[in-house]
């Protein structure tokens, strides 16, 4: 693993499932953040983390929950899916909380049907 | 409320010199960055202001203005593959990104 990865690539759900997106860093970044992109908006920011074992809401937490049991991984999950869910998922990572870069994984594209 | 400005479109010929405007209200100030993003990719990191001036990378070079409220984006020398999304974002006082929605550059030869 070089960097930060996602999975999956992208999935189709049905609308009351649940759904968990992965995201998984080699970096030993201590931050790590899930975001959300829809056209003509910004990214959002939907849950993070500043180090294992914390976690804190975002802009847009309602509806996603996250876990940091560990360093590397970050996972996302929709406890059951809405169509207003469908979006492209980015999880990010830095160092610390100030002043740095966030990395960004390749994102995971959610349709909820 | 917070709130991060730019232009939703942009276009420029190759080889010439483009500048990409953001103006943000935010809660807080604890930096300015300036991605890149293109179509169906990861944004990635290009630069860093914290303090009031010019910081030059290359052929790109940003710019911020604190009491204004403003900075810039400005690529040189531009070539085709610099088609793409910039976002510029804020770092506000709980030290989280606010992200403006990118501006869409589109390089024409």
């Known amino acids: 693993i070089a960097g930060i990865t996602q999975a999956p690539t992208s999935q189709i759900l049905a609308a009351g499932r649940r759904m968990t997106l992965r995201c998984t860093q080699d970096?030993?970044?201590?931050?790590m953040y899930w975001y959300r992109q829809d056209l003509g908006l910004g990214l959002r920011l939907i849950h993070y983390?500043?180090?294992?074992?914390?976690?804190g809401k975002g802009e847009v937490p309602d509806g996603y929950s996250v876990s940091r049991a560990n360093t590397d991984d970050f996972p996302l999950t929709l406890a059951s899916a809405v169509p207003s869910q469908t979006s492209v998922y980015f999880c990010?990572?830095?160092?610390?909380?100030?002043?740095?870069?966030?990395?960004f994984g390749p994102g995971t594209r959610l349709t909820v049907l | 409320g917070q709130n991060i400005d730019q232009p939703t479109e942009m276009t420029a010929t190759e080889g010439a010199i483009v500048q990409i405007n953001c103006t943000y209200q935010t809660s807080g100030f604890n930096g300015l960055f300036w991605y890149q993003q293109h179509a169906g990719e990861a944004p990635t990191f290009l630069s860093y202001?914290?303090l009031d001036g010019l910081e030059e990378k290359g052929r790109f070079s940003s710019f911020l203005s604190r009491s204004k409220g403003y900075s810039y984006l400005l690529l040189k020398e531009l070539q085709m593959k610099d088609s793409a999304s910039y976002l510029c974002?804020?770092?506000?006082?709980?030290?989280?990104?606010?992200w403006g929605a990118g501006t869409k550059l589109i390089i024409k030869p």
């Open positions: 970096m030993r970044h201590n931050a």
């Open positions: 974002a804020v770092r506000d006082s709980n030290y989280q990104l606010i």
């Open positions: 983390s500043n180090t294992a074992g914390t976690t």
């Open positions: 990010a990572s830095s160092e610390g909380t100030g002043g740095n870069e966030q990395f």
């Open positions: 202001n914290v």
